[in-house]
């Protein structure tokens, strides 16, 4: 007889009775509309009908659940958190498609944008009718967005918007782009609508990681919109890493589900899979990796469900948010890699979910904000010296 991970700890216990309702119904959701096709799609390098599967989602009202109004679901941040455990758990893509939408793209109308704006966007964007994207990075500046060479300037009542956005998510799929830019008055943020003249979206192919997620570059070449595309209050990085603060905050959560897949994964073959005429299981460097794996994502969702409790008591801070998307992406990426060895050579196969978790926590440890810039925000912290530059 075995025991789950999750039994063993006693997490269940951790959790009431909606956010164990909300995690049942995403995972029913995962079970029948994505699990059975993802591997397929992570081969093949595209998901099948993906307006059809935002529509889903939105359906559950998964998209920007966490925010109030506009149709959104208005639930607290740690169901919003469980939810991402749950798409997770099915895909980092997945979890990605929701992320971008909801904490990215909605977050950043939703706090930013001027209320015609919210109106315009909000409501068939949570109803998965809409689909958004969030150009921050481009060709030439990752980490330091700051050095941005992407420009909006005034022409007449208007502005006109020049520049190159890279590795954006949804980015090829999208209706509206959240589009941050360079202008005489600081960084400011654009709702723009992809139809606009000027505006072109170009899939990245031959990626080895978030295979089921749509990743493009955008070009933007003299694109007109209107004073009221351009997010009226903020100027700055605060707009869009206040953004990021709340994608990171769902990814804390997410690389949990991916670590939980892998662990039962290799759980259910350690015990199946028999060499020297007995399980593998029973041996004790096999024991040691499961137990190891299970301290480490033990501890991940006990992270999770404390930085969510703080979130839902309005008390979250951006480095806390450091601490847990640096601690559990890196430790959930170190499980997937460890379940790999149990699986021997079926590791690397997709017959088995491992290895696509793994490839794509090799996105998650990269995107909103590499292992590096989380380490030295929290070495900032401890030590009052910047050492970005
Ligand atoms: P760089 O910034 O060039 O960094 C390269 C390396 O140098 C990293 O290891 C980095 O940590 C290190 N480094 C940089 N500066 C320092 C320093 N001061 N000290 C120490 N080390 C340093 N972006 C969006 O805007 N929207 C999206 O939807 C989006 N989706 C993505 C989806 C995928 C699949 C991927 C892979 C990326 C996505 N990104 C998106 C981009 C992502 O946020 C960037 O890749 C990330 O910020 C890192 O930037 P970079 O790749 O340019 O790396």
């Known amino acids: 007889?075995?025991?789950?991970?999750?039994?063993?700890?006693?997490?269940?216990?951790?959790?009431?009775?909606q956010e164990r309702a909300i995690a049942d119904s995403v995972r029913a959701?995962?079970?029948?509309?994505?699990?059975?096709?993802?591997?397929?799609?992570?081969?093949?390098?595209?998901?099948?009908?993906?307006?059809?599967?935002?529509?889903?989602?939105?359906?559950?009202?998964?998209?920007?659940?966490?925010?109030?109004?506009?149709?959104?679901?208005?639930?607290?941040?740690?169901?919003?958190?469980?939810?991402?455990?749950?798409?997770?758990?099915?895909?980092?893509?997945?979890?990605?498609?929701v992320s971008v939408q909801g904490s990215l793209a909605m977050y950043a109308i939703w706090k930013w944008a001027s209320e015609e704006?919210?109106?315009?966007?909000?409501?068939?964007?949570?109803?998965?009718?809409?689909?958004?994207?969030?150009?921050?990075?481009?060709?030439?500046?990752?980490?330091?967005?700051?050095?941005?060479?992407?420009?909006a300037r005034r022409d007449g009542a208007d502005w006109i918007i020049d520049g190159r956005k890279m590795w954006i998510t949804n980015g090829s799929l999208a209706d509206v782009a959240v589009i941050w830019a360079q202008t005489d008055e600081g960084v400011r943020g654009f709702a723009v609508p992809t139809e606009t003249a000027g505006f072109s979206a170009n899939t990245i192919e031959h990626k080895m990681s978030l295979r089921a997620s749509v990743t493009a570059e955008l070009v933007l070449d003299g694109v007109r919109v209107p004073d009221s595309a351009a997010f009226p209050e903020v100027r700055g990085l605060r707009g869009p890493l206040s953004c990021l603060s709340e994608a990171r905050y769902g990814i804390v959560w997410g690389a949990m589900g991916a670590a939980r897949t892998a662990l039962e994964c290799a759980q259910r073959y350690a015990v199946e899979r028999e060499q020297f005429g007995r399980p593998i299981g029973g041996f004790q460097l096999t024991q040691q990796k499961l137990a190891d794996m299970t301290l480490e994502y033990t501890k991940g969702v006990l992270l999770a469900v404390h930085l969510g409790r703080l979130k839902d008591a309005g008390a979250l801070r951006p480095e806390q948010v450091s601490i847990g998307k640096l601690n559990n992406v890196r430790e959930a990426i170190d499980i997937c890699r460890t379940a790999r060895t149990i699986l021997g050579a079926n590791g690397i196969s997709l017959e088995y979910p491992v290895i696509r978790h793994a490839n794509n926590l090799e996105s998650?440890?990269?995107?909103?904000?590499?292992?590096?810039?989380?380490?030295?925000?929290?070495?900032?912290?401890?030590?009052?010296?910047?050492?970005?530059?």
Not at 3 to 9: I, M, R, V
Not at 34 to 54: H, K, S, T
Not at 371 to 378: G, N, S
Request: hydrophobic share 35%; proline share 4%; with cysteine.
């Open 1 to 17: 007889m075995t025991t789950h991970p999750d039994e063993l700890a006693g997490l269940t216990g951790l959790f009431t009775d």
């Open 29 to 97: 959701l995962t079970a029948r509309e994505v699990e059975p096709y993802v591997a397929d799609w992570f081969e093949r390098g595209e998901i099948d009908d993906p307006r059809g599967l935002m529509r889903k989602l939105g359906t559950l009202g998964l998209l920007g659940m966490h925010l109030d109004g506009y149709g959104c679901a208005g639930t607290t941040a740690t169901e919003y958190g469980v939810a991402c455990l749950e798409l997770e758990a099915c895909d980092s893509g997945l979890r990605s498609m």
């Open 117 to 151: 704006e919210k109106q315009r966007w909000l409501p068939g964007m949570a109803a998965g009718e809409l689909i958004g994207c969030f150009g921050l990075t481009e060709p030439d500046h990752g980490s330091d967005p700051a050095n941005m060479r992407t420009r």
């Open 364 to 389: 998650v440890l990269t995107y909103e904000g590499t292992v590096e810039m989380h380490t030295l925000i929290l070495g900032q912290k401890l030590t009052g010296q910047s050492a970005f530059q």
